[in-house]
């Protein structure tokens, strides 16, 4: 499964942005989909996971009512909309991919088999 994640850019606290990933080569094996983000000096951490199909949605404390992850499976396209961005919200963001199922949360790394590249999300103040 191949992973194309899109949509970073630099943008103002408040506005809003919406990231994509593009899977393809093998999506039938793919069970959940989730977004991670790396900030400058700090451990990847979970943003936000959801079921291929569309449902059973997953967030993070930190992006709860803000953030919202969503899938098109024609498209073989997951997306996260971001809102109210904070300078706090910039990290370079990456798209991840699960076999399963499984009985696991989907919010950690080593639950996913699959990685983008990661695009980068700028946020002034």
């Known amino acids: 499964v191949q992973l194309q994640a899109s949509g970073g850019g630099l943008v103002q606290a408040g506005d809003s942005l919406r990231l994509s990933c593009a899977a393809s080569?093998?999506?039938?094996?793919?069970?959940?989909m989730g977004w991670f983000r790396r900030a400058p000096g700090k451990e990847r951490e979970f943003v936000a996971a959801i079921k291929w199909s569309g449902a059973n949605t997953l967030y993070a404390d930190s992006v709860k009512g803000r953030f919202t992850i969503s899938s098109d499976n024609a498209k073989n396209t997951v997306y996260l909309q971001m809102s109210r961005v904070e300078p706090e919200d910039t990290a370079t963001y990456y798209c991840?991919?699960?076999?399963?199922?499984?009985?696991?949360?989907?919010?950690?790394?080593?639950?996913?088999?699959?990685w983008g590249q990661g695009t980068l999300v700028t946020v002034s103040s």
């Open positions: 991840a991919a699960a076999r399963g199922p499984r009985t696991v949360l989907y919010d950690m790394r080593m639950d996913y088999d699959y």
């Open positions: 080569g093998g999506t039938l094996r793919i069970h959940r």
